[in-house]
């Protein structure tokens, strides 16, 4: 029976909205605090609006709406889609705010982007950007990647019965912990923990390349916030390619990997077996299809490369592909300079994505395992007695067979990808572009990538624009949840 | 003696004109590698440039980056960006501002080599020979205009107002529950 929703439903929902937004207006305080700490008096009154707007509404909400009803599964779905659009809508307001953009459909551009961790970038002139503004684009990536509501959840006590509802709403189908709040706040943890040694390797690195300390300091925070929440964003227009290190380079390839690793395997590494880095689906899935893709843009390169070369002109691009993080350190336009083959493999690694239950986007890895396993299984059938009967297992922390749902599971969400894939490549095609580009920039935005070929520019067509924002949004959320909003709405018009 | 002095002069009008013509088509030339080329021009047609050198212009942006004795400056021009290698730090003293927020960096015009695939550092490059500021950057005021500062204050005034009102209805709630809960007991 489907659930048909009356006015204390959306009372709930819309409760639920205000609390998540106010939980957001505290975040916009650290850009202020750096403003302040930078005397950057512009930026410090941009946000100073941001909070406010963010901070009446959350408490308007929250007044207006009291939660009159049980939370549910439903509620927490619907929270989780129309709460992250609100999100980018507020967290655009600061951005647009500092005159770096041309319109607000930019800011909001960026704002998503930063919010789903994907790294496309609309900015004007970034290099003259304040630290406050700076700030706020990469914990945006910080507060998406290890999911807002998320952050809400570890801290939020009414919310109990519905938590699995919201873990799951964002794009999360593993527990690490029976107890979903304890799972929430061991990702904080081992987030803080990582955070910790990441920002003092880029610091190190930074301040002996000669950066002043206080620029050292945010740069290896920032940096850390994109690598490991797999977003992309840099201080600097050029990239990774500003800082011309391949000391740099390699520590983020470190903490890129480390984001797209499954929470999960991370407890597990921590806590249990350490072995089971070596056995795991996951990382032997990724050990496949990393080495498959290389090979071949080796041979795009037709070879000629050294290795050195091949390490910070290839290797470098598809790993964060492959991460889902988006960096490049290549001159301007290096990306164009690929060859079609190259091209290919950086959109199939992009594509597929990281592990479930990581910062990460696109099919993922678990999925994309299955799906190969089920092909060589039907193989096996056919191969085998008619009546016989015959299961495969795969390793993922423990031992399991490869049940009928978790098949018809990752074909679902095989087939969602595709679809957003290809559906944002014809959009692409229809204004102009290229078919490869427009394949290209539609999966780096769906799988929340944020490399690009050249389409992305303040200048791009504004329903270009919308379908991107659109895509960023539904390849973060894994749709499902959307879905079930969109269900819930039709319920109200079917009644 | 006539005959001879003119042979003589006939063949010194030529050395001098074959020596100047070849003096304007080096001129030339030279022109034509050193000539001033946009980061824009430089980027799309990089490979016809590779190996070659070039003179190019843009404003400094960020810190000078060290790498051995060595250090590295990026410049920016529109939406281009070129990294330069310096071998001598200390030739960099003549830039006094560099680009960042509130400051405008010198824009200068760097003569070099462009790599557009260099072996030594792996990407595109230019390798500076020499370089002159064209035009001094400058510290940008951080001005706020009037009407952002009154609205971030009324916004303000009316978040505060709206915290207030949800603390008063918190403490209304609380106190019915807790009358509630006396009068359940009686």
């Not at chain 1, 873990?167 to 081992?190: C, D, H, M, S």
């Not at chain 1, 592909?321 to 959109?347: D, T």
């Not at chain 1, 193989?379 to 423990?398: A, G, N």
């Not at chain 2, 462009?114 to 020499?130: A, G, M, P, R, W």
Request: with cysteine; net charge positive.
């Amino acid at each position: 029976m489907i659930i048909s929703p009356d006015r204390r439903d959306f009372s709930v929902i819309i409760h639920m909205l205000g609390r998540l937004i106010l939980g957001l207006s505290f975040f916009m305080l650290i850009p202020l605090v750096v403003a302040i700490f930078k005397n950057e008096t512009s930026a410090f009154y941009d946000f100073i609006i941001g909070f406010s707007i963010s901070a009446f509404l959350g408490f308007f909400l929250i007044t207006i709406f009291p939660i009159k009803k049980e939370i549910g599964w439903i509620h927490a779905f619907f929270t989780v889609s129309i709460g992250w659009l609100i999100f980018s809508l507020l967290g655009a307001i600061p951005l647009y705010l500092s005159s770096h953009f041309l319109s607000f459909i930019d800011a909001w551009f960026e704002s998503m982007s930063g919010f789903a961790t994907t790294g496309l970038i609309l900015i004007q002139d970034l290099d003259h950007l304040s630290y406050a503004h700076n700030m706020w684009r990469h914990l945006t990536m910080f507060i998406g990647g290890q999911g807002i509501i998320l952050a809400s959840l570890s801290i939020l006590t009414r919310a109990r019965s519905a938590a699995l509802g919201f873990y799951i709403g964002e794009a999360r189908q593993e527990k690490i912990l029976p107890n979903v709040i304890a799972t929430a706040r061991f990702i904080w943890k081992v987030s803080f923990i990582y955070l910790i040694l990441g920002v003092i390797t880029f610091f190190v690195i930074l301040y002996r390349q000669g950066l002043p300390l206080d620029t050292s300091f945010f740069h290896s925070l920032w940096i850390f916030f994109a690598a490991f929440d797999t977003g992309g964003f840099a201080p600097q227009a050029q990239n990774m390619a500003y800082y011309h290190s391949l000391h740099l380079e390699m520590a983020t390839v470190i903490f890129m990997i480390f984001g797209a690793i499954n929470f999960n395997l991370h407890f597990w590494l921590w806590n249990k077996n350490k072995k089971e880095i070596f056995k795991n689906f996951e990382i032997r899935t990724f050990m496949f299809s990393f080495g498959t893709l290389l090979i071949f843009l080796y041979i795009s390169f037709k070879g000629n490369l050294e290795s050195l070369t091949m390490f910070r002109r290839g290797f470098y691009q598809l790993i964060s592909a492959h991460s889902g993080c988006g960096f490049n350190n290549l001159a301007s336009g290096g990306l164009n300079r690929f060859s079609s083959l190259g091209l290919l493999m950086i959109i199939f690694a992009m594509a597929i994505g990281g592990g479930v239950c990581s910062t990460t986007g696109g099919i993922k890895l678990m999925r994309l395992g299955v799906i190969f396993k089920t092909f060589f299984m039907e193989v096996k059938r056919w191969m085998m007695p008619f009546k016989s009967v015959y299961k495969d297992r795969l390793h993922h922390l423990q031992e399991s067979i490869l049940s009928d749902k978790r098949i018809k599971n990752a074909y679902v969400f095989f087939a969602f990808f595709l679809f957003t894939y290809i559906g944002g490549a014809i959009v692409g095609m229809v204004l102009g572009y290229p078919a490869l580009d427009s394949l290209f920039e539609s999966v780096s935005a769906t799988a929340n990538v944020g490399l690009s070929i050249g389409i992305t520019n303040a200048g791009m067509p504004l329903i270009l624009k919308l379908v991107y924002i659109f895509q960023m949004w539904a390849g973060r959320l894994e749709f499902i949840s959307i879905f079930v909003s969109l269900g819930f709405i039709f319920t109200i018009f079917k009644k | 003696m006539n005959r001879k002095y003119k042979l003589k002069k006939f063949l010194l009008k030529s050395i001098s004109i074959s020596w100047l013509s070849l003096m304007l088509l080096s001129l030339n030339a030279s022109f034509a590698f050193s000539q001033e080329i946009s980061l824009e021009e430089l980027f799309s047609h990089s490979q016809d440039f590779g190996g070659k050198t070039i003179t190019t212009s843009g404003e400094v942006i960020g810190h000078p980056l060290k790498e051995d004795k060595s250090v590295w400056v990026n410049i920016t021009s529109g939406n281009f960006h070129l990294g330069i290698f310096v071998l001598d730090k200390n030739s960099l003293e003549s830039i006094k501002y560099w680009g960042k927020h509130q400051q405008r960096g010198d824009i200068i015009s760097a003569k070099g080599i462009f790599y557009d695939e260099c072996l030594k550092h792996q990407i595109s490059d230019l390798h500076l020979v020499s370089f002159e500021v064209l035009e001094q950057g400058a510290i940008i005021e951080d001005s706020v205009s009037p009407l952002k500062v009154s609205i971030a204050y009324t916004l303000s005034i009316i978040c505060l107002t709206m915290s207030l009102i949800y603390l008063i209805k918190v403490r209304h709630d609380k106190s019915k529950a807790k009358s509630k809960t006396y009068a359940g007991k009686i």
